[in-house]
Each structure stands twice: as structure tokens, then as C-alpha cells.
């Protein structure tokens, strides 16, 4: 649906150019919601704003439903933002227009519209979005929640096949968040449009997205699944963003204080292998016994996932993790063997680069 290649995007600034995207390629597919996630200033509003031309990429080509778009002018422009809506951190509502006068406003510029047409797709849109009551209020007279509602209706009117929302719920609280974020996926799953979201937080990512890119001072630094992203992070800024989101449990202090023996393993237990009691049932097979030194449980989206660092110590320990990997879990083994709690009588650890990164185990080894 969309494709940004090469896109670089620089701004004059006082004492030289700044560079706010940096050779980004991405690629967004139809009816998928695709995250954008990055901390502020990393360039993720510029990214937003080229796929809709309200910023001109400095190079690089911008394609949209097959199209190159980047030098749309006139007529050509006007068709592709009616393709592409748009929902803002602060709503952006006419505050001298009700919210059906802000839901027609975008129908009112087409100019293809009747007044009775209008009305109707207004009664359609606000029903959608469960404001049926509250055409003839003014903005002011909203709560956050309500107003991007209002803000999505709008974003709506034109029938578009993509929705740009530039951190959306940014400005709303926890439960009002849940609330939108829920209308996004309802939307997505019954009107088939590809939603692109722009956040700093991981959580909305790991509840909404089917996909992520990560940004990180203008270069996209990983992309996958957010099953893939969230769980096994590569590159240092996206593992930042995961650790925001979900502490890392104390890792280090359970494996310090614990005098923790065996071997050291990450697990990821994903779907299927989420709902079984795989872990007691195969240490129980190998006579092995496993020790939780830190762990995630909870929901990717709608995909069931744990994640443990457990050490395994006892009879069977590579059957053990056999087994595991047999049952569908991913085991990532941290190279070497815990002894005991005297740091001098642990061989030295060589840690596989996926436990190097997870949080203090380095400075434990
Ligand atoms: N209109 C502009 N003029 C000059 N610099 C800009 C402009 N818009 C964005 N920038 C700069 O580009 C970088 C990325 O900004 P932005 O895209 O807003 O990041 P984010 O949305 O991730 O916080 C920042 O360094 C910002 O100061
Ligand atoms: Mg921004």
C-alpha cells in the first residue's frame, strides 16, 4: 500500500541543514496495521507527514497504492489526501463547529456532496465511532476520548484506504487509550484500511500492530512482527523501548542474590506453545529441575506469549532442551555453566548476543 525508498528528508536550520530522515526504506501492506515507533525526535512526524505530502521528501520516491506520488501537484494531490486520513495527538477539531459540522467539514470542501448526502454519511460515521449522541456538541464540550473519536470520524469521511495517526492517544489516559486503540483495530478488521501509527510507546505497538519499524535518529533500525521485535530486539534503541514497557523483572538481583546454579536459557513461548504446561512437563520428563530468574507473560496483539530466563540444572539438561524446542518454544542458551554462587568457581561465560543484550545478565557473568 505504501513504499518509502531512500527517503531522506533535511530541514534548513540556523546553522546548517538538519537531517531528519536518513535513507529510510520502508514498506506498509495493504490492510495491515503498521507501527512506527521511536523516542522524540527521531523523526517518526516527518515519516508521517511525506506519505501524505504535507513534508516533501529532500530525495527519494514516495509510492502510494502503486503509485510514485512525490511530485503530485493540484488535482492529483487533492485525490491522494482524500485517499490517505489523517488523526492528530491534539485533535485538530474546528472549535466553532459541532461535531457533525466537524465530521461534514472534509465532505463540505469535495463539493460532491448534498446537504441530505452529507447528513447521512455523517449519521453513518459518528455511529461508528459510538458518538450518535453528541452530533450537536461543540468540542469544548468533550472529553479527550470523544474528541478524537470526533477526530477519526473526520479522518474517515472520505472513505480513505490509509489512516495516518500520529500518536493519537498520546494525549488521552490508560483506560480512554484501550478505548481508541480498540476502535483503530475494529476499523481496520471491518473496513479492510491500512492504518499506519506513530507512537513512542511500545505497548500500544505490542496491543495494536501486525508490523513495526523502529526509527532511531532518522534510520529505521529494525522491522519485523512486533512478535519478532518485541520479543527478541536487536538493536539497542528498540530494546530501550521494550525495557520501558516492560522492566526486566529484576533479572539481576534474582541471578546475584539466588546463587543461582545450571544452565542459563531464554525461553519464548509463543501461541500454542503459550497455552500448554510445557516447561514443568518436560523438566519433569528429563529429571531436571528450573529455576524463573526473570520473565514476561501477557498478550502480542492477540498472540499469547511468555518469556522466562530460567536456569536448568539436574539430570537431563540438553534433553530437557530438546524437548523444549521439540514443543515449539524458542531456547536461546547462554554459552557456559553457572556452578555456584562463588563468583570464583564460575567458568567464564561467553553469552550468546541475544542474552548479552537482555538486561544485566553481562554484569552478573
Ligand atoms: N519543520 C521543521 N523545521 C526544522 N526542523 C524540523 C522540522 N520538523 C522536524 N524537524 C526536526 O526533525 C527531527 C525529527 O522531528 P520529528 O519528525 O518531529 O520527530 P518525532 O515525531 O519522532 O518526535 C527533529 O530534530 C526536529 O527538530
Ligand atoms: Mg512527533
Known amino acids: 500500500m505504501i513504499t518509502l525508498e531512500?527517503?531522506?528528508?533535511?530541514?534548513?536550520?540556523?546553522?546548517?541543514?538538519?537531517?531528519?530522515?536518513?535513507?529510510?526504506?520502508?514498506?506498509?501492506?495493504k490492510g495491515e496495521i503498521f507501527g512506527i515507533i521511536g523516542s522524540s525526535g527521531a523523526g517518526k512526524s516527518t515519516l508521517v507527514r511525506l506519505i501524505n505530502l504535507l513534508e516533501r521528501p529532500t530525495g527519494g520516491e514516495v509510492i502510494v497504492d502503486g503509485r510514485a506520488v512525490t511530485d503530485f501537484k493540484g488535482g492529483d494531490l487533492r485525490d491522494l489526501r482524500r485517499q490517505i486520513g489523517m488523526v492528530f495527538q491534539h485533535f485538530n477539531l474546528?472549535?466553532?463547529?459541532?461535531?457533525?459540522?466537524?465530521?461534514?467539514y472534509p465532505l463540505e470542501l469535495t463539493g460532491e456532496y448534498g446537504r441530505h448526502e452529507i447528513a447521512d454519511k455523517?449519521?453513518?460515521?459518528?455511529?461508528?465511532?459510538?458518538?450518535?449522541?453528541?452530533?450537536?456538541?461543540?468540542?469544548?464540550?468533550?472529553?479527550g476520548g470523544q474528541k478524537q473519536r470526533v477526530g477519526i470520524a473526520r479522518a474517515l469521511a472520505c472513505a480513505p484506504k490509509v489512516l495516518l495517526c500520529d500518536e493519537a492517544t498520546s494525549a488521552l489516559d490508560p483506560q480512554?487509550?484501550?478505548?481508541?486503540?480498540e476502535l483503530l483495530r475494529q476499523i481496520n478488521r471491518d473496513l479492510g484500511v491500512t492504518i499506519?501509527?506513530?507512537?513512542?510507546?511500545?505497548?500500544?505497538?505490542?496491543?495494536?500492530?501486525?508490523?513495526?519499524?523502529?526509527?532511531?535518529?532518522?534510520?529505521?533500525?529494525?522491522?519485523?512482527?512486533?512478535?519478532?521485535?518485541?520479543?527478541?530486539?536487536?538493536?539497542?534503541?528498540?530494546?530501550?523501548?521494550?525495557?520501558?514497557?516492560?522492566?526486566?523483572?529484576?533479572?539481576?538481583?534474582?541471578?546475584?542474590a539466588a546463587g543461582v546454579s545450571g544452565r542459563i536459557v531464554?525461553?519464548?513461548?509463543?501461541?500454542?506453545?503459550?497455552?500448554?504446561?510445557?516447561?514443568?512437563?518436560?523438566?519433569?520428563?528429563?529429571?531436571?529441575?528450573?529455576?524463573?530468574?526473570?520473565?514476561?507473560?501477557?498478550?502480542?496483539?492477540?498472540?499469547?506469549?511468555?518469556q522466562f530466563t530460567v536456569s536448568l540444572s539436574g539430570q537431563d539438561v540438553a534433553g530437557a532442551i530438546a524437548g523444549l524446542r521439540a514443543g515449539g518454544v524458542t531456547v536461546e542458551v547462554h554459552g557456559g555453566e553457572l556452578h555456584d554462587a562463588d563468583g570464583e568457581k564460575r567458568p567464564s561465560l561467553t553469552p550468546l548476543p541475544a542474552l548479552h543484550r537482555d538486561g544485566g545478565l553481562r554484569h552478573v557473568v
Do not use: W
Request: glycine share 8%.
Open 6 to 29: 531512500n527517503i531522506r528528508k533535511d530541514f534548513p536550520g540556523k546553522t546548517g541543514a538538519v537531517t531528519a530522515l536518513d535513507g529510510v526504506n520502508l514498506s506498509i501492506a
Open 176 to 181: 480512554t487509550t484501550g478505548s481508541v486503540l
Open 266 to 306: 531464554r525461553l519464548t513461548f509463543l501461541n500454542d506453545a503459550a497455552r500448554k504446561p510445557l516447561l514443568g512437563k518436560i523438566a519433569r520428563e528429563h529429571g531436571a529441575d528450573y529455576q524463573i530468574l526473570a520473565g514476561r507473560v501477557g498478550n502480542i496483539r492477540d498472540t499469547p506469549y511468555a
Open 196 to 256: 499506519v501509527l506513530i507512537t513512542h510507546e511500545m505497548d500500544i505497538v505490542r496491543r495494536t500492530c501486525d508490523r513495526v519499524a523502529v526509527l532511531d535518529h532518522g534510520r529505521v533500525v529494525e522491522t519485523g512482527p512486533v512478535t519478532q521485535v518485541f520479543l527478541h530486539p536487536q538493536h539497542e534503541a528498540t530494546l530501550k523501548l521494550v525495557r520501558e514497557a516492560e522492566p526486566d523483572g529484576g533479572l539481576l538481583s534474582n541471578i546475584a
Open 94 to 104: 474546528l472549535s466553532a463547529r459541532t461535531v457533525f459540522g466537524n465530521v461534514a
Open 122 to 143: 455523517v449519521k453513518t460515521l459518528l455511529a461508528r465511532v459510538g458518538l450518535e449522541a453528541h452530533a450537536q456538541k461543540y468540542p469544548r464540550q468533550l472529553s
